[in-house]
């Protein structure tokens, strides 16, 4: 039944679509004009920074408190920088090193950049605890798998980015790292043992003032046995604001997801979301048309008049977002404009297992701060007695390839072969994927190696088969060989060095290429 037009624009005031292209379509900007909350930015809309602020423009124009969202955590998962990967290691290599003041300063550098190019809410940090070794989505996202550490640079990360007038977005509430489902394809459910650990980085980061929270689509029975968070009242209001005491905006993860559209359509778990205490709506990874997002409107606005959502708790969620986007107008002016450019003092952080510290940030002078940290994060282990390190000449690089979850962009470059081409020149590159890697492909390129240092990069090498057995076939081969782990690296005790960077940006591949040639 046709629903009121006050209604109708209260349902799109909790909404933030996506849309494709680089300038908004008309539906966007009408929208905007008829009080759309925001929207959600993803790589298809990013070309460049001169671009991207000339889109955000356009969006401002329509409505001068539109809320533009994007997911930019820095390392693997970057919307910004995917054509050059990022140049800002992820969460992982920053816990690794384990410095506040670097982890701020790195947060305040990319609120900075995401500032000037009119981002107003910036979906990072992940708060989660990555205790499970095996998360297939979180993993390298993540501080890391102590609580403490993990609450701590949560905090500093917040503190950086909103200290540039970008607001944070702790996720993914209550804690998405001990999982082993992806909730893009299925439902996690999170074990009660360990439940307060994983929540510890949450309430720090209420505690440091994060002005919006992510739900995560996961089931936690030891709240609710039968609705995921971001379904649940007992999770979302009972918990997160109840218990925790957030009063900022609580948004949700992607809408279309299957951990929460399966069961109920995309317009029903929005509507239910809302219900549950949710109060902006996030949509358009996977479906960013005019109609997906009526859809959810309609949506909404049916399920108060059929008594499933209180149009209280509907007004409610809009006075929530309306006042974030009156603190991000206010705040925009203020933003920071810059970076030290520097690198913080303090710990180098530690190394286990007979492991150093291949850079410590000093004397690093103007350098680009990502890069900075990207270098204390490497940790090397030497097996071999015999001088692997640095490598004598140009060298012969396998890079094994895995498919990556959807948070991370399928096109962002990565591997050590490119940088490590730009330093010694004369050294070639080949990457495999699952179905390349056969034992045949495999001895070619042995073959083509011979008289050079072989290099192997690997990436999460613990979570796939079929890497463990290439891995085993190139260094029985050739035990000189250098391994370079660009995932999480459960072991070090593979090939005659090991060369972790707890991260496969850019600018990790470039520390990690400084290493090989004996630059770092």
């Not at 037009?5 to 539906?27: E, I, K, M, S």
């Not at 820095?74 to 992820?90: D, F, I, K, M, N």
Request: charge should be negative; hydrophobic fraction near 45%; glycine fraction near 14%.
């Amino acid at each position: 039944m046709p629903q009121s037009g006050d209604l109708l624009r209260l349902a799109d005031a909790v909404l933030f679509p996506g849309f494709a292209g680089r300038t908004p379509p008309d539906w966007i900007r009408r929208r905007l004009g008829e009080g759309l909350a925001g929207v959600a930015l993803f790589t298809r809309n990013i070309a460049d920074p001169g671009q991207l602020a000339a889109l955000t423009a356009a969006l401002r124009a329509e409505n001068p408190l539109v809320l533009v969202g994007v997911d930019e955590e820095s390392g693997e998962v970057t919307r910004l920088e995917v054509a050059g990967g990022s140049s800002r290691p992820g969460a992982y290599a920053l816990g690794v090193v384990d410095d506040e003041a670097l982890t701020e300063a790195v947060a305040r550098d990319l609120g900075a950049d995401l500032a000037r190019a009119g981002i107003t809410v910036d979906f990072a940090p992940s708060a989660d605890v990555n205790s499970n070794p095996d998360n297939p989505v979180i993993g390298l996202r993540a501080f890391g798998a102590e609580p403490e550490l993990v609450a701590r640079h949560t905090r500093a990360f917040v503190r950086g980015l909103q200290s540039a007038g970008v607001a944070a977005c702790a996720k993914h509430f209550p804690g998405h790292g001990d999982t082993s489902v992806d909730s893009h394809h299925g439902m996690p459910v999170v074990a009660g043992d360990g439940f307060e650990d994983a929540l510890l980085p949450f309430r720090e980061a209420i505690k440091e003032g994060v002005r919006t929270v992510m739900t995560g689509h996961l089931l936690v029975p030891a709240y609710d046995a039968e609705l995921p968070a971001t379904l649940s009242p007992k999770v979302l209001t009972g918990l997160l604001r109840e218990e925790l005491g957030f009063d900022g905006v609580i948004i949700t993860d992607g809408i279309e997801m299957a951990a929460v559209s399966e069961a109920y359509g995309i317009g029903g778990a929005a509507a239910r979301a809302i219900a549950a205490g949710a109060d902006a709506i996030c949509v358009g990874g996977e479906r960013a048309d005019e109609g997906t997002a009526v859809e959810i409107r309609d949506a909404i606005a049916a399920a108060v008049a059929d008594g499933l959502l209180p149009e209280e708790r509907l007004a409610d969620a809009a006075r929530r977002v309306r006042e974030l986007a009156t603190w991000a107008a206010a705040s925009s002016g203020g933003s920071t404009g810059g970076s030290t450019g520097s690198s913080p003092g303090g710990s180098t952080g530690g190394s286990a297992g007979g492991s150093t510290a291949a850079g410590t940030g000093s004397g690093d002078g103007g350098l680009e701060l990502g890069l900075v940290a990207a270098r204390r994060a490497v940790r090397v282990t030497r097996r071999s007695a015999a001088p692997v390190l640095p490598l004598s000449g140009p060298a012969s690089v396998v890079e094994l390839a895995p498919e990556m979850n959807l948070a991370i962009d399928k096109n962002t470059p990565w591997g050590v072969g490119e940088p490590l081409s730009r330093l010694l020149p004369g050294t070639t590159v080949a990457r495999l994927t699952a179905a390349e890697a056969t034992g045949p492909a495999l001895e070619r390129l042995l073959g083509a190696a011979t008289g050079r240092p072989l290099v192997i990069a690997v990436r999460d090498a613990h979570r796939y088969a079929w890497q463990g057995e290439a891995l085993r076939h190139l260094l029985s081969a050739r035990p000189d060989a250098v391994v370079v782990e660009m995932g999480l690296p459960a072991r070090a005790d593979l090939g005659a060095a090991h060369v972790a960077t707890y991260g496969s940006a850019r600018v990790c591949g470039q520390a990690a290429a400084e290493v090989l040639t004996g630059r770092l």
